[in-house]
């Protein structure tokens, strides 16, 4: 049996054609507990200035997504936009599950979170694939804007409760609410 309890967590990330990624992909670690009172580490801080970066392309998809879309423009216009989402998401990614990520501090900090982070790295392998589909959908000239427009506002919808999950679980761990909601 390994000696990692959560060595399992480690989910490799598909390639996204466009979007940087790291040479390997990360895996969280954990040590021991330490104790509850300690202040948000260097994670948790970086965690939130990220977090603050990808809410603000979220909110430029959203409004690419309302966009008329008779515009000519609007299928190369939401695709940039989903480009800049999947370099967002990218960034999140690198700063959660990375060695030195938010997710190994929060097992640092609280163990018993570690389910909880397995279903965020869960729902960070399932936001990819659908950034890279719909992102290839959008190029599709027979695919209906009506349809492509459904995909978007679900992905909205997807990305939003992973950011409540994820704020929960950092309120979970240190009882402090992550914020980036400026």
Request: glycine content about 6%; cysteine-free; aromatic content about 4%.
């Amino acid at each position: 049996m390994p000696t990692d309890p959560i060595q399992h967590l480690s989910i490799p990330r598909p390639a996204v054609p466009g979007v940087p990624s790291t040479a390997a992909p990360p895996s969280v670690r954990t040590t021991p507990a330490t104790p509850a009172a300690l202040p948000p580490a260097a994670a948790l801080r970086a965690a939130r200035r990220n977090r603050a970066a990808l809410l603000h392309e979220i909110h430029l998809l959203e409004a690419a997504v309302a966009a008329p879309v008779r515009d000519p423009g609007w299928r190369r216009r939401l695709g940039n936009r989903l480009t800049g989402l999947r370099t967002a998401f990218a960034e999140h990614m690198d700063v959660t599950e990375g060695t030195d990520g938010l997710y190994a501090e929060l097992l640092d900090h609280a163990p018993r979170l570690a389910r909880g982070v397995h279903l965020l790295i869960r729902e960070h392998a399932a936001v990819v694939a659908t950034l890279a589909v719909l992102q290839h959908r959008v190029g599709l000239p027979e695919t209906s804007t009506v349809q492509v427009r459904s995909w978007a506002t679900d992905l909205l919808r997807e990305l939003s409760r992973h950011r409540q999950h994820g704020a929960d679980l950092v309120y979970e761990a240190y009882q402090t609410d992550i914020g980036g909601e400026t």
